[in-house]
């Protein structure tokens, strides 16, 4: 059982044009009679926008986190307690919109940093470039097209192995969006993706890809969203060329507003994932409900309730969590 | 205006609190690990939309927000 206390400030700017935002937020919290470890995770970000003319403009993104990584979710015998990880993310993108034609590029860095020598091998930088094309058919249906590039280099790149792990992946996708009415929206989108190695070695591997979704509103606080997508990730397993991600999932929420003063909130989720290559899969259920009561205008009460359980061919991967949660929220 | 920075304010504090499920794994992480930051320790519980309501503080060109959750979990 854990005291938590997660404060967080914004100040987002309010001129006409152009915006800039800077965000801050901690969440800390203290063990009850030896139940676990103390944790103390910050973020600080910062966004903003420059516009270029009323269809064109610059977007930009910088945010840090520090996470721990609970000892127990990993299986390593190094590990002493839980672990910080350092993450680094920065964005930059232009985009302009004409009545039925809009354009726009993308680059990003992150930057991920586990602290201890030995995660060397999961150290690593990632660079991403991206461009997009896209068509206003109507209002209800529009097209988009355009390549990414992704990079990855690790701080160790020799496998225990000795296979490299540094590698870049090349894509191109071609996508549709379409509303079918007011309460059902849906996207699909198919492409290819060529993922090489930096060691001559290591054979290269390529894929179709692509990603699937529709959206259900039937009003009365319901939604239901389902997703399916298949990709072509760059891996760090030892012994893996490549790692063929394909999922599915489904998520069922509900809102309910009791009064002026309460609602209760509830989902519920199902995914199911596929990795080819390591010829596992794994099915991840999570149930949550939420009540929330306005103590003051600034003040809530909330109770929560969330369960989560992944069952997995995979060894050591099944897991079951129970968390309840109850606390106070001020928010001004 | 209002209504969306009390939904940035809240969301800020308690994006990763209970209404919404465990992102997938990593893709760049060994198998047998649990993403990092699924804890669910973030804040005392999220507050339902129903009862967000917009209120800034406004300094300059900004509106400020600020949240604090107190919890036990």
Redesign the interface.
């Known amino acids: 059982?854990?005291?938590?206390?997660?404060?967080?400030?914004?100040?987002?700017?309010?001129?006409a044009r152009h915006s800039i935002?800077f965000?801050a937020?901690a969440?800390m919290?203290t063990a009850l009679k030896d139940s676990g470890d103390d944790?103390f995770?910050w973020r600080v970000g910062a966004d903003g926008r420059i516009d270029l003319s009323r269809s064109s403009g610059i977007d930009a993104a910088v945010g840090y986190?520090r996470?721990?990584?609970?000892d127990e979710?990993?299986?390593s015998e190094d590990r002493d307690g839980d672990t910080p990880?350092h993450n680094i993310d920065a964005s930059l993108g232009y985009s302009a919109s004409g009545e039925r034609l809009g354009f726009g590029v993308g680059g990003s860095v992150s930057r991920?940093d586990i602290e201890g020598d030995s995660f060397d091998d999961?150290d690593?930088t990632s660079y991403g470039l991206n461009g997009r094309l896209r068509y206003k058919w109507s209002d209800a249906l529009s097209f988009s097209a355009g390549p990414a590039y992704l990079r990855?280099t690790f701080d160790e790149d020799v496998a225990d192995d000795g296979d490299g792990r540094d590698a870049e992946r090349y894509s191109f996708r071609v996508g549709a969006g379409y509303r079918v009415s007011r309460t059902i929206s849906t996207s699909v989108g198919i492409g290819y993706s060529i993922l090489n190695f930096d060691d001559p070695d290591r054979d290269n591997d390529d894929s179709a890809v692509g990603s699937a979704g529709l959206t259900w509103s039937p009003g009365l606080g319901t939604t239901l969203d389902l997703r399916a997508s298949r990709?072509l990730?760059?891996?760090?397993?030892d012994g893996e060329d490549a790692?063929n991600?394909t999922?599915g999932?489904a998520?069922l929420?509900h809102?309910l507003?009791l009064g002026y003063?309460?609602?209760?909130?509830s989902?519920l989720?199902l995914?199911a994932?596929r990795?080819s290559d390591?010829d596992?899969t794994?099915a991840?259920l999570?149930a949550?409900l939420?009540?929330?009561?306005?103590l003051t205008?600034?003040a809530?009460f909330?109770?929560?309730?969330?369960y989560?359980q992944r069952f997995s061919d995979?060894?050591?991967?099944d897991?079951y969590?129970n968390?309840?949660?109850?606390?106070?929220?001020?928010?001004? | 205006?209002t209504s969306a920075?009390?939904c940035?304010?809240?969301g800020?504090?308690?994006a990763?609190?209970?209404?919404?499920?465990?992102p997938?794994?990593d893709?760049?992480?060994?198998?047998?690990?649990?993403a990092?930051?699924?804890?669910?320790?973030?804040?005392?519980?999220?507050?339902?939309?129903?009862?967000?309501?917009s209120?800034q503080?406004?300094?300059g060109?900004?509106?400020?927000?600020?949240?604090?959750?107190?919890?036990?979990?």
């Open positions: 059982m854990f005291l938590s206390f997660s404060p967080a400030v914004r100040a987002q700017s309010t001129y935002g965000g937020g969440s919290g944790f995770d986190s996470d721990v990584e609970d979710d990993v299986d990880i991920l999961r690593r990855s990709s990730e760059i891996s760090v397993e790692r991600r999922t999932a998520t929420a809102r507003k003063r309460s609602a209760l909130s989902s989720g995914s994932t990795f390591l596992r794994d991840d999570v949550g939420t009540y929330g009561y306005r205008e600034h809530f909330t109770a929560s309730y969330r989560s995979e060894d050591n991967a897991y969590r968390l309840i949660a109850v606390g106070v929220t001020l928010a001004y | 205006m920075l009390a940035l304010m809240v800020a504090a308690l990763q609190t209970d209404e919404q499920p465990d997938p794994p893709p760049l992480a060994p198998s047998a690990e649990v990092p930051n699924q804890r669910g320790y973030f804040g005392g519980g999220s507050v339902p939309e129903e009862l967000k309501r209120s503080l406004r300094v060109d900004f509106a400020l927000g600020a949240t604090a959750a107190f919890g036990m979990l």
